[in-house]
């Protein structure tokens, strides 16, 4: 399928997390770990016909197609036609590792995704001045997105402005930092022509929209446990600016608190390829009842 419909909007659900040894939820330390509770909230997700796609590691596609067929086989509709795969390249950056911040690429690498003909590549870095980790995995970033670029590939990059507080790193939730960030990543690597960055909400967004003319994808970051809170920064966020053109979302659908992930998905949708208004989004937020089987 073409990469973004007639509206020019996408909606992706993002489950690379447990690659990065992040497995855990709101009340739920090992939400994540349990493979096959974690594979369900993203069928569920998968059944609205507002998400675009899934982007993921290379273990949770490939079980994704396998269950696909299994529907298949079984006379079941597939709910992977027609929708987006995205690769995830980094994530030997592991949450709370001593190298954290040299993001390598452990996972698809540019020729791994051409061969399985994936419809796009995911990675990050993570800028903090302090770190000469940052410098190494912005070097990759930049060689990566050149690969892709020359595959016809399209790249998803995510740039956070970071800092390490209490032994932790938190992403800076400041426009100047965000902007600042945004402008080094469109200056990597030899085209943007493919390229679209995946940004976290901050206070005057707009800030950060206006600093590239790149699209926009908006992320979610920790699941809250109630998705009205992300809900209305989503709401803010792809008001910014005519680049901003959707969200590749994980943790705040796929663990929404006490929601349904179906409704936390269809509540985004409704802000991407809806109304775009608030109300309407919260209005789809309701428990719903999942089929038999």
């Known amino acids: 399928r073409p990469l973004v419909g007639a ?146 590939i399209p790249a998803f990059l995510e740039p956070l402005p970071v800092e390490r507080r209490g032994g932790s790193y938190r992403v800076v939730k400041e426009a100047e930092a965000l902007a600042r960030v945004v402008s080094i990543a469109t200056a990597l690597t030899g085209s943007t022509r493919n390229l679209w960055l995946k940004l976290p909400f901050v206070p005057d967004f707009r800030v950060a929209a206006a600093a590239t003319t790149c699209p926009i994808l908006m992320l979610g970051g920790e699941s809250r446990g109630d998705p009205r809170a992300f809900l209305s920064e989503f709401g803010e966020g792809l008001a910014a600016g005519g680049n901003v053109r959707g969200a590749l979302v994980g943790r705040n659908v796929l663990f929404p608190g006490s929601e349904d992930p179906a409704a936390a998905a269809q509540s985004v949708g409704e802000l991407v390829h809806g109304s775009g208004k608030l109300d309407q989004a919260l209005k789809s937020l309701r428990k719903l009842q999942p089929e038999p089987g």
């Open 7 to 152: 509206d020019g909007k996408l909606l992706i659900l993002a489950a690379d997390h447990p690659g990065r040894g992040v497995i855990s939820a709101p009340g739920d330390g090992l939400a994540m770990a349990d493979r096959r509770m974690f594979l369900a909230r993203i069928w569920r997700v998968l059944e609205k016909p507002c998400v675009d796609g899934v982007m993921a590691t290379a273990d949770i596609l490939e079980e994704l197609l396998l269950i696909d067929r299994l529907r298949e086989s079984a006379d079941r509709p597939r709910l992977l036609d027609g929708r987006l795969l995205i690769a995830c390249m980094n994530r030997g950056g592991l949450a709370g590792a001593e190298f954290e911040m040299r993001d390598r690429f452990t996972g698809y690498a540019a020729r791994e995704i051409e061969r399985m003909g994936l419809d796009g590549a995911k990675m990050m870095f993570r800028l903090d001045p302090e770190s000469p980790d940052s410098a190494a995995t912005i070097f990759e970033c930049a060689e990566a997105l050149r690969d892709l670029s020359e595959r016809e």
